[in-house]
């Protein structure tokens, strides 16, 4: 199991940045793959970044280039460096962690989500 407490969202004019940050309980190299989605209010929930202990990376084409998701393996705590944020980029972003539990299963954990709302 794992508990997962982002932080970092909240209000920037458009082409500013911002930095989310997720804490994990657990040594993240145990978790196979954590990342960051985002949803809008009656919309579906949008993968944007994941990153796998192995280092392979993915992002949405929504954000490629602008977006990077980094890792400080020391603290348990994974990063989303938000750049040239655009008022579509106003969701609520949650960090995931997909983990491999061995003979119980893979499980996907959430966290509760941090507001980011970018003004035009």
């Known amino acids: 199991q794992v508990q997962l407490v982002e932080s970092g969202g909240g209000l920037v004019q458009a082409g500013g940045s911002l930095r989310l940050a997720c804490a994990a309980s657990?040594?993240?190299?145990?978790?196979?793959?954590m990342g960051w989605y985002r949803q809008v209010p009656g919309k579906q929930r949008e993968e944007v970044a994941t990153q796998t202990t192995g280092g392979n990376t993915n992002y949405a084409d929504s954000v490629e280039g602008r977006f990077i998701i980094s890792r400080d393996n020391a603290k348990n705590t994974v990063y989303l460096q938000m750049d040239s944020l655009q008022p579509e980029d106003t969701a609520v972003y949650y960090c995931t962690a997909h983990v491999n539990e061995g003979v119980r299963g893979w499980f996907f954990y959430w966290g509760q989500g941090t507001q980011v709302t970018v003004s035009s």
């Open positions: 657990r040594n993240i190299n145990t978790i196979h793959a």
